[in-house]
C-alpha cells in the first residue's frame, strides 16, 4: 500500500526553525513532482512549494526566502525546511506528491506547525 509519511511538525517560537519530511512507504513507486500545502484554521488550504522531477522549486511568495524545498531520491523523501517562522505559519502542512509512471497523487496524513510564544 502507497503511502505518505509526514514528521517533524510541533511547538514553536517565532524565528525559530522546523524540517518537515515526506517519506514514501510500503511501495516501490518513486515520488516525481511534490508539493506541500497548508491549511491554517478558517482558511482555505494553500500551495506552500512545489519541486519538480528534475528538482525546480516554486514558493508562495508568503514563504519564499525563508522556506526550502528539497528531495532525496535515494530515500524516496520530499523535505521542506522552515527558517525564520512566523505566527502565520501555524496551520497543518500536507506533501502531496504525482508517484510512478502513471503520476497518480497522493497526499499524506498531515503534521501540525504551531508558531507560537
Known amino acids: 500500500q502507497v503511502q505518505l509519511v509526514e514528521s517533524g511538525g510541533g511547538l514553536v517560537q517565532p524565528g525559530g526553525s522546523l524540517r518537515l519530511s515526506c517519506a514514501a512507504s510500503g511501495t516501490i513507486l518513486r515520488i516525481r513532482a511534490a508539493g506541500w500545502y497548508r491549511q491554517a484554521p478558517g482558511k482555505e488550504r494553500e500551495l506552500v512549494a512545489t519541486?519538480?522531477?528534475?528538482?525546480?522549486?516554486n514558493y508562495a511568495d508568503s514563504v519564499n526566502g525563508r522556506f526550502t524545498i528539497s528531495r532525496d531520491n535515494a530515500k524516496n523523501t520530499v523535505y521542506l525546511q522552515m527558517n525564520s517562522l512566523k505566527p502565520e505559519d501555524t496551520a497543518v502542512y500536507y506533501c502531496n506528491a504525482e508517484m510512478g509512471i502513471a503520476a497518480m497523487r497522493y497526499w499524506g496524513q498531515g503534521t501540525q506547525v504551531t508558531v507560537s510564544s
Open positions: 519541486i519538480t522531477s528534475g528538482s525546480t522549486t
